[in-house]
């Protein structure tokens, strides 16, 4: 009798857990979206029509994709670009390594008029976003808003409000990027950021203009492109209805290319409640500052009788998009005053702060990504305002520490570049250099960012999140991307427990294309055989060539350069000749030249003297530095033993007028030239020309 009864009891639970089971599929729903990927033309600046945005579903930003935390996310990509590849990857989901949408490296790229179906489960809640991950498509448009929506409330709102920020260029993001390669400071003109003697001196800042030349580092550096719009939801001045007392929750996504934003919401304090997605004790801020798909969510009580001004301003003050909520009386946000182009740079701001490291250790279970489940309190927080808001404010609901000893792989990586070649690089390579980061599965993997770059730079990994280890200890933050400060550290670590291969990098457009980006690849782990037979076809593998030209025609002189360039190589090729009578005066060289870092370089190759010389064409070897100063020299010895000196150093007056100098010095004869320009743009500059004997009128080209 009692086996009978132990029977039936079994028998009981396995119906009861069978009940269970059915429950749980049956409240779990299929969420089906269908995205067409088009080319377009459109006017967003107000300034020009282009021809070659790309849309989804004739929209920029692309439509909001609504899910409820549990469903079956099913999305049908289709590429009507009818001469390009598209991609999606879904930006701090977590799925399955094949539907993470980078193309040839988890996904396969989505040819013209093909399409790709996207399947997986979502397992999380909150604010996120999608973009194509193709060349550099993003910039061109392709991007739009995911929210999900928790099971069950967890702040009781009225209604979302979804604000993407943007950057926008009528220039073709591809074009963009060969002039950044032409050098890094294509875009200083347009920006109004050109440091000049005249305005160290106005600006009571000669001697950190001084210090800067002789340390190389150059000045303050925001920004790389120079933009023709900010966008919020695809315009530059956004009305948004809302009734007093309403209370909304505010979901900010930056789906800027390149830019950090400044977000300011009217005159007082916003309380943030979210990052990346995740919930966060709630805290008050003044303003936050937004690095590059980052996302922040902000409950906003709406007043009686006001529209308030969400402002999101570049982080170089080149320009702002708003978002204006609610009717009556405009409330204007803060104007923040433009940067000081001659401020001196905190070597040592944003120490990190690695107070997860304390006695009890850094190690333990955060319950893997289960990390929403703590109501938010939502009054008032003892804290006051920060100024501010970056991930050092920030707290987590629940502690994320590591309660069990785990193997812990601790990981260095320097981020640094070099904005006259526009290369960026982790480690002093570039990904077609370096392209993988091993890790293993149930290890706790801790990266250790130090930034040796003048710039912000938002570290992103694919399919994790990570403990960013700041002041608040066991109860920092989780995010999916970080901002690492201008010779600032920051530490993050993360549970490897999602085996695959995964894109790491900085979600600066231009930095990651042009090198900083890795791989975080699981030991032991296959991709499908459909993606490990076309990795290797990526073009993010290829060290690209770029093509420069210069041309200068003066009334006493004419030279032309020409140069090929890659990641560390330069071929170039230059001609001089200062008599328009006589060729024999010309002189050329030909040269190969590899580069090891910011400031030295190797070089050989063939130079041809004018008739006066003995054996005119000789082979060379040498070495090129970058002294203090910024003082370009080469120093070549010939076949014949000969030696050769050159000097080059540019002298900025003014915002429009400079110098440059050059001297080359050899046995038989030394040659000096000096100009006086003025140039309003990177592609011209009109002037005069001074030599050993003459002076000259003349214009300079390029190209």
């Not at 060349?135 to 808003?145: K, L, P």
């Not at 702060?353 to 003892?382: L, R, T, V, Y």
Request: hydrophobic share 40%; charged share 20%.
């Amino acid at each position: 009798m009692k086996t009978k009864f132990c029977i039936t009891n079994y028998r009981l639970v396995g119906i009861f857990v069978i009940i269970l089971l059915l429950s749980s599929v049956s409240q779990a729903k299929t969420v089906e979206y269908e995205l067409i990927a088009r080319k377009s033309t459109i006017n967003l600046s107000g300034q020009q029509e282009v021809d070659w945005a790309l849309m989804i579903n004739d929209s920029i930003p692309a439509p909001t994709l609504e899910f409820t935390e549990g469903d079956d996310a099913v999305i049908k990509l289709i590429n009507q670009i009818p001469d390009e590849e598209v991609s999606i990857h879904w930006h701090g989901i977590l799925l399955p390594p094949i539907m993470d949408g980078v193309p040839y490296i988890t996904t396969p790229p989505i040819l013209p008029g093909q399409s790709f179906t996207f399947r997986f489960k979502i397992r999380q809640h909150g604010t996120y976003w999608y973009h194509s991950h193709t060349s550099v498509q993003e910039q061109r448009g392709v991007y739009g808003a995911i929210v999900i929506h928790p099971k069950k409330p967890i702040i009781k709102v009225d209604r979302d409000v979804v604000l993407v920020v943007s950057d926008w260029s009528d220039e073709r993001a591809d074009k963009i990027m060969k002039n950044l390669k032409k050098d890094g400071d294509y875009y200083m003109y347009k920006k109004g950021t050109i440091r000049s003697w005249w305005g160290a001196m106005w600006a009571h800042s000669l001697g950190s203009f001084i210090m800067s030349e002789w340390t190389r580092m150059g000045g303050m550096d925001l920004s790389d492109v120079g933009y023709d719009a900010f966008l919020i939801n695809g315009k530059k001045n956004l009305n948004i209805p809302a009734k007093p007392g309403e209370r909304l929750r505010l979901r900010i996504i930056n789906a800027g290319a390149s830019s950090y934003f400044y977000v300011t919401l009217g005159k007082k304090p916003m309380r943030v409640i979210a990052a990346d997605g995740v919930d966060v004790e709630p805290v008050a801020a003044n303003e936050l500052l937004m690095g590059m798909a980052e996302t922040y969510d902000v409950l906003y009580d709406v007043p009686d009788g006001q529209s308030v001004e969400l402002k999101a301003t570049a982080q170089d003050v080149t320009g702002s998009a708003s978002a204006w909520i609610g009717d009556g009386e405009k409330v204007f946000s803060k104007e923040r005053p433009v940067p000081n182009l001659y401020a001196e740079m905190d070597h040592g701001q944003h120490a990190d702060d690695d107070s997860g490291h304390n006695g009890s250790g850094s190690h333990g279970e955060h319950g893997g990504h289960s990390h929403h489940s703590k109501p938010a309190k939502m009054g008032h927080s003892a804290r006051p305002a920060v100024s501010t808001l970056t991930v050092d404010d920030l707290r987590s609901q629940s502690m994320t520490h590591f309660h069990h000893a785990k193997k812990t792989h601790d990981v260095k990586l320097v981020l640094d570049g070099d904005m006259e070649r526009y290369v960026w690089h982790i480690n002093g390579k570039a990904l077609f250099q370096d392209r993988s980061i091993e890790v293993e599965e149930g290890e706790i993997v801790r990266f250790q960012f130090v930034n040796n770059s003048m710039m912000h730079h938002p570290m992103h990994l694919h399919g994790h999140f990570f403990r960013v280890l700041n002041k608040s200890g066991h109860y920092s933050p989780l995010k999916h991307t970080v901002d690492v400060p201008p010779h600032g550290t920051r530490t993050i670590e993360f549970l490897a427990d999602e085996p695959g291969q995964w894109m790491f990098h900085c979600h600066n457009l231009y930095h990651m294309k042009t090198g900083m980006t890795r791989i975080v690849s699981y030991k032991g782990y296959t991709p499908d055989p459909e993606i490990a037979a076309i990795q290797s076809q990526s073009p993010m593998f290829k060290d690209h060539l770029h093509l420069t030209s210069e041309v200068s025609f003066f009334t006493n002189h004419i030279s032309l350069l020409a140069k090929g360039k890659r990641s560390w190589d330069d071929f170039e090729m230059r001609y001089e000749n200062s008599s328009y009578d006589n060729l024999n005066e010309a002189e050329a060289d030909l040269w190969y030249r590899r580069w090891f870092g910011k400031y030295f370089s190797l070089i050989a190759g063939g130079v041809y003297y004018a008739e006066y010389m003995v054996d005119q064409s000789r082979a060379s070897l040498g070495f090129g530095y970058i002294l203090p100063f910024l003082i370009e020299t080469n120093f070549l010895i010939d076949h014949r033993g000969e030696v050769r000196l050159d000097v080059e150093k540019r002298f900025q007056w003014t915002k429009f007028i400079f110098t440059d100098i050059e001297a080359t010095f050899r046995k038989n004869a030394t040659d000096f030239e000096a100009t006086l320009m003025y140039a309003n743009g990177w592609t011209w500059a009109a002037g005069l020309m001074f030599s050993h004997d003459k002076v000259g009128a003349g214009l300079q080209m390029k190209f």
